[in-house]
């Protein structure tokens, strides 16, 4: 199987940035780990702070890749763009956040993503990711 792990907006600075919230591992360890973890699936990575750069990517791989694991980060509660390319493409997406933002802000309680995905994992932490892709796998 072929994943895309697709991270949006600042979480390129996973590590350093208010890790009393994110946690202090960087993506990239945590990245690795998830490569040894599961050898049979074929990774594929991709961050950007730009949403038409994530919305190109879901297009370009949306339509011959096994599923993709995403994280909008910020863009979650604003991107219509983004809802609309999950929707436009074949391959399955699963929306991970690693904090629970049902505990935080209420901007951050809606996500446009979300009716576009196949389902949502939420609040905990990088292991998210991988109980997506262990879904993924089974699907
Ligand atoms: C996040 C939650 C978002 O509200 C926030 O803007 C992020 C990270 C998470 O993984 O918890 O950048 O998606």
Redesign the pocket.
């Known amino acids: 199987k072929e994943i895309l792990i697709l991270n ?4 390129n600075l996973l590590g350093k940035r208010e890790p009393d ?2 946690g202090s591992t960087t993506f990239e360890e945590y990245y690795a780990s998830l490569e040894k973890k599961y050898p049979e699936v074929t990774f594929r990575y991709f961050q950007s702070n730009s949403e038409g750069a994530l919305v190109d990517k879901i297009h370009e791989v949306g339509f011959e890749i096994d599923g993709i694991v995403m ?4 863009y ?2 604003t991107s219509i763009a983004i809802a609309d390319a999950i929707s436009a493409v074949k391959s399955p997406v699963v929306e ?6 049902a505990k ?1 802000e209420t901007f ?1 309680h809606i996500s446009y993503m979300a009716k576009s995905c196949v389902g949502s994992i ?2 905990l932490g990088l292991k998210g990711y991988e109980l997506a892709v262990e879904y993924l796998i089974e699907l």
């Not at 949006?8 to 979480?11: D, E, I, S």
């Not at 994280?71 to 910020?74: E, K, P, S, T, V």
Request: glycine residues 14%; without cysteine.
């Open positions: 949006g907006p600042n979480l919230i994110y994280n909008a980060g910020a979650t509660h991970v956040h690693i904090s629970n933002v935080r951050r939420i609040g």
